[in-house]
């Protein structure tokens, strides 16, 4: 039938049917390919929240509450605002998500998947209700399609739009297809009845590498292609799964966008440099430099600058959130900053080589300038210690009281 979708499973092998983005899916066992069988899609009447997503799947009270409050945390919310996320996460209907890709790797779905809080499993199946996705839908063809109009009509004004990969423009439009239609056009129609638009990864918000020089697609971001709507930047190649994560159930349960920068991005991911928050910011301040990726410097986890570090001029969350879970992030592990969350930083090539300067300084004279400020501040030190020492004395003198040296 028109309206089903094909599942291959070995007949013999247990299975189980459940419902996922409006379908009744077929598990099976891993390997367990054979005979062909078509699923009728059902379409579910009524949206659950979260708390009724919770209740569904047999999870107590106890884990719903700690699920906000993680939620709270991530989103980069105060305590104050946790009895909001509750009453938000228990009557709001779980939010309508639409996922397009157009010219990128799919690295994006790849971080998105590896968020440890909340997991991104939970998040698909019990917090948002992910309508379509190239990569992490189970549906495809054209019925997958047809389905994708169905929740554009049925839900319009209501759905989240979230875009990765660039828009392939201007006569080049048709080296990227979606659906048999460039994906320029699927964008500008999709676009129109979102309510709010998230770009995940710097190719859906400046280009990424199709984008970089001499750009043969003349792919761009996808702000000129949505109109006036609300729009937020999640720039990274890849973007940190927490961040990506924090920022669709900000707009899920609040209805509204974070607090958002000059570019569009969220503060609270988004309002510091790399530098401001990295822990080899003590080496920078004392003029302390690896110039080798084997020296004694770089074993002893001096700065990186010199080796090519962006951070100076990189707004994320890598220092604070880390990677995996708060595992590592690239300095850590002893790699420079390349800058992924800068609008053309694939234009910055090649990126072992140093900036110039930071802030209108030249680094190479932080360190002697910090050598005088500190010669200057311990002579000071000196100066007053000792005026402050006669001072002593004069007074104990005036009282008849010995000095003692």
């Not at 999640?234 to 349960?253: F, K, S």
């Amino acid at each position: 039938p028109k309206n089903s979708i094909p599942f291959f499973f070995k007949r013999e092998y247990n299975y189980k049917a459940f419902i996922m983005n409006g379908m009744v899916l077929i598990k099976v066992p891993a390997g367990a390919l054979v005979s062909c069988v078509l699923v009728r899609r059902i379409h579910v009447s009524k949206r659950e929240s979260l708390w009724e997503a919770y209740l569904a799947k047999g999870m107590s009270r106890r884990s719903f509450l700690k699920g906000c409050v993680t939620l709270t945390s991530l989103m980069g919310l105060s305590t104050d605002m946790m009895t909001k996320v509750v009453e938000a996460a228990e009557t709001k209907p779980l939010p309508v998500v639409i996922w397009l890709h157009g010219h990128e790797c799919t690295g994006c779905d790849e971080s998105f998947i590896r968020s440890g809080a909340p997991l991104a499993s939970d998040l698909v199946l019990s917090s948002i209700a992910l309508e379509y996705s190239h990569v992490l839908s189970a549906g495809c063809g054209e019925p997958f399609e047809e389905h994708l109009e169905t929740t554009i009509k049925k839900y319009h004004g209501e759905y989240i739009l979230a875009v990765e990969g660039a828009v392939a423009a201007g006569e080049h439009e048709y080296t990227c297809m979606s659906g048999g239609h460039p994906f320029s056009h699927t964008l500008r129609r999709v676009a129109e009845g979102a309510k709010a638009v998230i770009a995940y990864g710097t190719c859906a918000t400046a280009g990424g590498i199709q984008a970089a020089a001499p750009n043969p697609t003349e792919s761009k971001g996808i702000r000129s292609f949505i109109g006036s709507k609300p729009y937020i930047a999640v720039p990274g190649c890849p973007p940190i799964p927490e961040v990506m994560t924090g920022v669709v159930m900000h707009v899920a349960l609040f209805g509204t966008l974070p607090p958002l920068d000059g570019e569009g991005r969220p503060r609270q991911f988004y309002g510091n440099r790399i530098h401001d928050t990295c822990y080899r910011r003590p080496f920078f301040d004392a003029g302390m430099f690896a110039d080798r990726f084997d020296d004694a410097g770089a074993k002893g986890g001096w700065c990186l600058y010199h080796l090519g570090c962006r951070g100076p001029e990189t707004y994320n969350s890598c220092g604070n959130l880390r990677w995996y879970q708060g595992l590592s992030y690239p300095i850590q592990s002893g790699a420079p900053c390349i800058g992924c969350s800068n609008a053309n930083f694939w234009d910055d090539a090649p990126f072992s080589k140093r900036l110039p300067e930071y802030d209108g300084i030249d680094v190479d004279m932080v360190g002697a300038g910090l050598a005088v400020a500190t010669a200057v501040g311990v002579a000071a030190h000196a100066g007053a210690s000792l005026v402050q020492k006669k001072c002593h004395e004069k007074q104990l003198e005036k009282e008849g009281k010995q000095v003692h040296e």
